[in-house]
C-alpha cells in the first residue's frame, strides 16, 4: 500500500477512506494542466533543454509541452484560452517531476545548463514513497522539483 515502510513518516494525514472503486468521480490520473507563462517560446525552449521534454503545437496553434503520457498547455497571460482559471499568473506554479537521474546526475545537467539550483538534493516524501529532490525554476520562476524515488 502507499504507506508501507512510512511509519517513521508524521506528515502524511488521512482523511478518510479512499473511494469505492464503482465511483463515477473516481479521478484515475493527470492527462494535462495549464501553466500560465509570460513568453511560450521561451517557456518551450526551457522546457526541451533543460527537462527533455517535447514542445507541440495543437488545436488553431496552441502550445504544449508533452513528457511521458502527460502534457502541460501553455498560456500567454493576457492571452488566455477561455475557460480559465479565475487568476492566471505566470510564475504561480510549484511542480514536481519524477526523473530516472541519480541526483548527482541531476545537479551536473542543471549546472550544464546553466540554470541555478535553489535547493537539494534533499529528502521528501511523494504520493509514492521516499524521494530525493531538487529545486530549480523556470523562466517564470515556477518552482520545479525534480524527484527520483528511493529504491526499495
Not at 56 to 74: D, H, P, S, T, Y
Amino acid at each position: 500500500t502507499l504507506l508501507e515502510g512510512l511509519e517513521d513518516v508524521e506528515e502524511i494525514e488521512l482523511s478518510g477512506p479512499p473511494p469505492a472503486q464503482d465511483d463515477p468521480l473516481r479521478v484515475r490520473g493527470l492527462d494535462h494542466l495549464v501553466l500560465t507563462v509570460a513568453d511560450a517560446e521561451e517557456t518551450v525552449v526551457f522546457y526541451e533543454r533543460v527537462l527533455g521534454m517535447r514542445g507541440v503545437v495543437f488545436g488553431e496553434g496552441r502550445r504544449a509541452l508533452e513528457f511521458g503520457r502527460q502534457k502541460i498547455n501553455l498560456h500567454e497571460a493576457g492571452r488566455e484560452f477561455e475557460p480559465k482559471a479565475a487568476r492566471p499568473v505566470a510564475g504561480s506554479a510549484d511542480l514536481c517531476f519524477v526523473v530516472e537521474a541519480e541526483p548527482e546526475a541531476i545537479l551536473e545537467h542543471l549546472r550544464s545548463c546553466g540554470v541555478e539550483i535553489v535547493g537539494g538534493p534533499v529528502e521528501k516524501t511523494g504520493a509514492l514513497g521516499p524521494m530525493i529532490s531538487i529545486y530549480t525554476r523556470d523562466p517564470d520562476g515556477n518552482l520545479i522539483e525534480l524527484s527520483k524515488y528511493e529504491e526499495a
